[in-house]
Nanobody, 124 residues
Framework: QVQLVESGGGVLQAGGSLRLSCVAS????????MGWFRQAPGKEREFVAA????????AYRDSMKGRFTISRDSAKNTVYLQMNNLAPEDTAVYYC?????????????????WGRGTQVTVSS
């Protein structure tokens, strides 16, 4: 069993930045990939970013490239999502996810455990 707890969400104006954190517990963290997904009101959950077990390989949704950065600190069992130049369309609940696979993937089916999410609200 793996527990994931996200934090760092909030309310901010367009153009601002936030860093989300996700702390994992219950399993060896350093050998598995992690990902971030988001779900906006009335929309399906979508992939945001993923990072492989070593942190040396990452994947992003095209619209996030250059604005979002995923990273991990295995010593702290934590994965981060740095979000810059946020826009109102980034408003969503952001979820951290744990995959049994070592590679970064955008496929939600590859993730076995999910956090409860953290709300990000961006006003114009």
């Amino acid at each position: 069993q793996v527990q994931l707890v996200e934090s760092g969400g909030g309310v901010l104006q367009a153009g601002g930045s936030l860093r989300l954190s996700c702390v994992a517990s219950g399993r060896t963290f350093s050998t598995y990939a992690m990902g971030w997904f988001r779900q906006a009101p009335g929309k399906e959950r979508e992939f945001v970013a993923a990072i492989n077990w070593s942190g040396r390989s990452t994947a992003y949704r095209d619209s996030m490239k250059g604005r979002f950065t995923i990273s991990r600190d295995s010593a702290k069992n934590t994965v981060y999502l740095q979000m810059n130049n946020l826009a109102p369309e980034d408003t969503a609940v952001y979820y951290c996810a744990f995959s049994w696979q070592p590679i970064a993937t955008s496929q939600s089916s590859a993730y076995a455990y999910w956090g409860r999410g953290t709300q990000v609200t961006v006003s114009s």
